[in-house]
């Protein structure tokens, strides 16, 4: 296939602890470790094996949102995608909105797959893959932990609650990323320089022609209920005897 | 007028309970009526069990033989030509529901809320967001349809004394032939299942291996138990990937988890939260499952499960 086009999407570091703002207004991020959502990346690492195998011609990463996603997208070139677009606004736009800017890039680029991660963990929303395959009236293999190409078609293995479900779909065709697709690589130094050189397209978001929303307000972020302090237990003779003094044991 | 659609999750013979716990979700929204679609290539037995539910008015049926696998891409546009004159349209927040729900939402034009919570008001609604470390209430436009998710994990089933109609509907969509379903494969057990189970023993990476995840299981049948695992565990192959509980694989409410050598990563936790008792048993007094524990026990697991499973007897 010529091109492939894989979502990446900066969001809250993996390992950092979150905290809300103290006015309820949303989540604090000044300061805070920025990275690709761990999804995205899995997402890239297998259009460029796809790539790789010589299956695919050209890998192009997009992102939505402020220039700093800037950084994001110069680790996926790094990575080894061959371009970037940004698709630039201040204000984070809601989901609908973001599945109706990738299907403009859809348009304009043709590619004949696309990779996006399964969900982004700052948001849990798990949707744009869906809503783009929706809206560009094409198949959707989620949560994916194969990919098997075989000409115009897509042997999609899913992760689903009872076990693996196996799907054929035909191309083109939006794919999102599970955990256990691949390990993403690591990003090595002489990559990162050779990452500057590589095309990074900016076009604002306002310029695509899309509709927002309808959006969703967000009115209120809180931090979750806390559960009481436990016991420690000595050995397995206090395990049970906590259990049972709860009614959990017989 | 209120009106909620909530599309069934089912296998084709037994109706996934998440279904009647978004039911019981359902009934916390000021509605005129709730009805539950059951999508099959044979809907009777789904139905049957549907129109049991309490708070359910009407089950509408759409029987075809496209509909024998879920697939999200195929149903969709069957669910946009049923769900006319409803107000929400509500699905479940399993795999089922996660494939299929916003692809009805784009088709409507509208964005999704996933995971609900709690109900707060029509168009109201608390979802969790960042693995459960920050809770959104979040409101959608009240002139436009709801399309949204059930957190399972925050609702109890509802009871089964109900008689609602079965109704079979026409459903004149578009059935797309682009996706087809190959082939499922699915872990068998006679174990409880892990999603309704109402005690769940869990392993990690410090069990080491398959043959020692034994151990778990052994455990998991004397307390009649369903069994899950940590990320690091099914990463490293000790178990299959149905097994994971977490922000990426299930969410689970049992009123009883015991967490075997499994550090407690927030990506864990968020699949626990709503357990009633929680105990940890890890040799690294600092492991952070030990903050949400309701009993902790440190100690080398090897010779701990082993006792304890004895001492169940």
Same mark, same amino acid.
């Given at each position: 296939?010529?091109?492939?086009?894989?979502?990446?999407?900066?969001? @809250? +570091?993996?390992?950092?602890? @979150?905290?809300?703002?103290?006015?309820?207004?949303?989540?604090?991020?000044?300061?805070?470790?920025?990275?690709?959502?761990?999804?995205?990346?899995?997402?890239?690492?297998?259009?460029?094996?796809?790539?790789?195998?010589?299956?695919?011609?050209?890998?192009?990463?997009?992102?939505?949102?402020?220039?700093?996603?800037?950084?994001?997208?110069?680790?996926?070139?790094?990575?080894?995608?061959?371009?970037?677009?940004?698709?630039?606004?201040?204000?984070?736009?809601?989901?609908?909105?973001?599945?109706?800017?990738?299907?403009?890039?859809?348009?304009?680029?043709?590619?004949?797959?696309?990779?996006?991660?399964?969900?982004?963990?700052?948001?849990?929303?798990?949707?744009?893959?869906?809503?783009?395959?929706?809206?560009?009236?094409?198949?959707?293999?989620?949560?994916?932990?194969?990919?098997?190409?075989?000409?115009?078609?897509?042997?999609?293995?899913?992760?689903?609650?009872?076990?693996?479900?196996?799907?054929?779909?035909?191309?083109?065709?939006?794919?999102?990323?599970?955990?256990?697709?691949?390990?993403?690589?690591?990003?090595?130094?002489? +990559?990162?320089?050779?990452?500057?050189?590589?095309?990074?397209?900016?076009?604002?978001?306002?310029?695509?022609?899309?509709?927002?929303?309808?959006?969703?307000?967000?009115?209120?972020?809180?931090?979750?209920?806390?559960?009481?302090?436990?016991?420690?237990?000595?050995?397995?003779?206090?395990?049970?005897?906590?259990?049972?003094?709860?009614?959990?044991?017989? | 007028?209120?009106?909620?659609?909530?599309?069934?999750?089912?296998?084709?013979?037994?109706?996934?309970?998440?279904?009647?716990?978004?039911?019981?979700?359902?009934?916390?929204?000021?509605?005129?009526?709730?009805?539950?679609?059951?999508?099959?290539?044979?809907?009777?037995?789904?139905?049957?069990?549907?129109?049991?539910?309490?708070? %359910?008015?009407?089950?509408?049926?759409?029987?075809?033989?496209?509909?024998?696998?879920?697939?999200?891409?195929?149903?969709?546009?069957?669910?946009?030509?049923?769900?006319?004159?409803?107000?929400?349209?509500?699905?479940?927040?399993?795999?089922?529901?996660?494939?299929?729900?916003?692809?009805?939402?784009?088709?409507?034009?509208?964005?999704?809320?996933?995971?609900?919570?709690?109900?707060?008001?029509?168009?109201?609604?608390?979802?969790?967001?960042?693995?459960?470390?920050?809770?959104?209430?979040?409101?959608?436009?009240?002139?436009?349809?709801?399309?949204?998710?059930?957190?399972?994990a925050?609702?109890?089933? %509802?009871?089964?004394?109900?008689?609602?109609?079965?109704?079979?509907?026409?459903?004149?969509?578009?059935?797309?032939?682009?996706?087809?379903?190959?082939?499922?494969?699915?872990g068998?057990s006679?174990r409880p299942d892990l999603q309704t189970a109402a005690r769940v023993v869990s392993g990690g990476r410090a069990l080491g291996?398959a043959?020692n995840f034994e151990l778990i299981f052994t455990l998991a049948d004397k307390m009649g138990a369903g069994v899950g695992a940590s990320r690091a565990a099914v990463d490293a192959?000790y178990v299959p990937n149905e097994m994971q509980v977490g922000q990426t694989g299930k969410i689970i409410a049992p009123s009883l988890y015991v967490a075997i050598g499994i550090s407690g990563a927030?990506q864990h936790l968020t699949g626990i939260k709503d357990a009633g008792t929680i105990v940890a048993i890890n040799?690294?007094?600092?492991a952070p499952i030990f903050?949400v524990a309701d009993i902790g026990l440190?100690?080398?697991l090897?010779?701990i499960v082993?006792?304890l499973t004895?001492?169940?007897?």
């Open positions: 296939m010529e091109k492939i086009l894989v979502g990446l999407k900066r969001v @809250v +570091d993996y390992n950092v602890r @979150v905290r809300v703002k103290s006015d309820g207004s949303g989540v604090e991020t000044d300061g805070v470790k920025m990275s690709i959502n761990p999804f995205d990346e899995i997402a890239l690492e297998e259009a460029l094996r796809i790539k790789e195998r010589g299956e695919a011609s050209e890998v192009i990463v997009v992102s939505i949102g402020a220039s700093e996603s800037q950084q994001q997208l110069r680790t996926g070139l790094a990575m080894g995608a061959d371009r970037a677009i940004l698709i630039t606004t201040d204000k984070a736009p809601d989901t609908l909105s973001c599945a109706r800017a990738l299907l403009e890039i859809v348009r304009r680029e043709g590619p004949e797959l696309v990779i996006l991660g399964k969900q982004a963990i700052d948001d849990d929303n798990i949707q744009t893959g869906q809503m783009l395959a929706a809206l560009w009236d094409r198949p959707q293999g989620a949560f994916a932990s194969k990919i098997e190409l075989n000409g115009d078609t897509a042997r999609v293995t899913r992760e689903v609650d009872v076990g693996l479900e196996i799907i054929e779909i035909d191309l083109p065709a939006v794919i999102t990323a599970d955990l256990r697709l691949n390990e993403p690589r690591y990003v090595k130094l002489p +990559d990162i320089m050779k990452a500057k050189k590589k095309p990074l397209d900016e076009i604002a978001l306002a310029d695509l022609g899309i509709e927002a929303g309808p959006e969703l307000k967000e009115v209120l972020f809180e931090p979750p209920a806390e559960r009481q302090k436990g016991i420690m237990v000595d050995d397995v003779a206090g395990l049970v005897a906590a259990l049972k003094d709860k009614g959990l044991v017989a | 007028m209120t009106k909620i659609l909530i599309i069934a999750d089912h296998d084709g013979q037994t109706l996934n309970p998440a279904t009647s716990k978004s039911v019981a979700c359902a009934t916390e929204i000021d509605s005129a009526s709730i009805d539950v679609a059951v999508f099959s290539d044979n809907v009777s037995e789904v139905a049957a069990q549907a129109k049991q539910l309490d708070g %359910v008015s009407r089950v509408l049926t759409v029987e075809n033989e496209a509909n024998k696998h879920a697939l999200g891409a195929v149903l969709a546009p069957q669910v946009v030509a049923i769900a006319e004159g409803y107000s929400h349209i509500l699905g479940c927040s399993t795999s089922f529901g996660k494939d299929l729900m916003p692809r009805v939402a784009a088709l409507l034009g509208v964005n999704q809320i996933s995971d609900i919570m709690s109900v707060e008001g029509t168009h109201t609604f608390k979802r969790p967001i960042y693995a459960g470390n920050v809770v959104l209430t979040i409101e959608a436009p009240a002139d436009l349809p709801v399309v949204a998710t059930v957190r399972a925050s609702y109890a089933a %509802v009871e089964s004394g109900n008689d609602a109609p079965v109704v079979a509907v026409d459903c004149n969509a578009e059935i797309p032939s682009h996706s087809r379903f190959v082939e499922l494969q699915a068998s006679d291996s043959e192959g927030i040799k690294d007094e600092e903050e440190v100690g080398d090897f010779s082993p006792e004895a001492a169940l007897d």
